[in-house]
């Protein structure tokens, strides 16, 4: 590439068919306009500093899987990436005149704008992605966000063969600026189809959303009831449990009064024998006392 810095005035640059491994800085030819570096062998782009000037870039046919540092390119228009091996745009960055990129024969299976990068090209034009990998119109959802895109190619991938989806519609629905799909105009009819597939969708989501709720309802009712029983059913369970307790205390304390009484009038009981007992010793003792004054009487007689 070294024998052409010189040319500062170059205004096209055909380096296809060779066994460059890098997109090359092209700011030594500041007039570039054209550049093709298609069927090559490049990886990176990360050598690139951006162009002024240029207006179409080719890079065809190289194994590119990542466009880091394919950027600063003001007046660029045209972008073949087409037979690269590419699942995402992240890395093309301010291109704000480009209206045509070719992304055929890549590796995307979606083109979900938070994982791909659309947002960055939002305003490209026309965009083919032929014979990709994207199985299903899902994937497409990143179309909203292309409100400049008129053009969009798509066949040769795997969601032609999705069953019960009208691809056409889908993608009408997802970006309704879309003037051309797979090479044929929109039709007002099927603008008109793809409103009414709208609309029964949106019915369906807001009975599907009706159906929810009811049924939250219901299970917050259920639920709620439920609590109810359980928290009444612990209520009388504590009461039975309360009363249960004033029982058993109440013929603790008749048990613990008449073993008090018992106690008591088995103390007095004792204390009567005692006193009794104690009254006939004392009986006892006076009969004895008398006894011997008799003898000596009688013997004071004699």
């Known amino acids: 590439f070294d024998p052409i810095r010189s040319l500062k005035h170059l205004l096209f640059l055909d380096m296809s068919g060779n066994a460059l491994t890098h997109l090359p800085d092209l700011g030594t030819q500041p007039s570039l ?110 179309l909203s966000v292309a409100e400049g895109l008129r053009k969009l190619t798509v066949t040769g991938n795997p969601l032609e063969e999705e069953e019960g989806v009208n691809v056409r519609l889908e993608v009408i629905l997802l970006q309704k600026n879309l003037q051309e799909f797979n090479g044929e105009p929109i039709t007002p009819e099927e603008r008109d189809e793809a409103k009414d597939l709208n609309d029964k969708r949106l019915e369906e989501e807001a009975e599907r959303r009706r159906q929810e709720e009811e049924a939250r309802q219901a299970e917050e009712e259920a639920r709620r009831i439920a609590e109810e029983e359980a928290r009444a059913e612990a209520e009388a369970a504590e009461a039975e449990a309360a009363k249960l307790r004033e029982e058993q205390e109440a013929a603790d304390k008749l048990a613990r009064e008449a073993a008090e009484a018992e106690a008591k009038a088995q103390a007095e009981a004792e204390a009567a024998a005692q006193a009794e007992l104690e009254e006939e010793g004392g009986d006892g003792e006076a009969g004895e006392e008398g006894g011997p004054e008799g003898g000596g009487d009688a013997e004071d007689g004699a």
Do not use: W, Y
């Open 33 to 142: 306009r054209m550049a093709n570096f298609s069927n090559n062998k490049i990886t990176s782009c990360e050598l690139f500093a951006g162009h002024g000037s240029l207006q179409s870039l080719n890079l065809m046919g190289n194994a590119l899987e990542s466009l880091a540092g394919l950027a600063e390119m003001p007046k660029l228009e045209s972008l073949d990436l087409s037979k690269n091996a590419l699942k995402t745009l992240i890395g093309l960055e301010k291109v704000p005149t480009l209206q045509s990129l070719l992304l055929t024969a890549n590796a995307f299976e979606t083109l979900a704008a938070e994982t791909t990068g659309l947002e960055n090209v939002s305003h490209v034009a026309s965009m083919d992605l032929s014979e990709n990998k994207i199985a299903a119109a899902k994937q497409l959802s990143g």
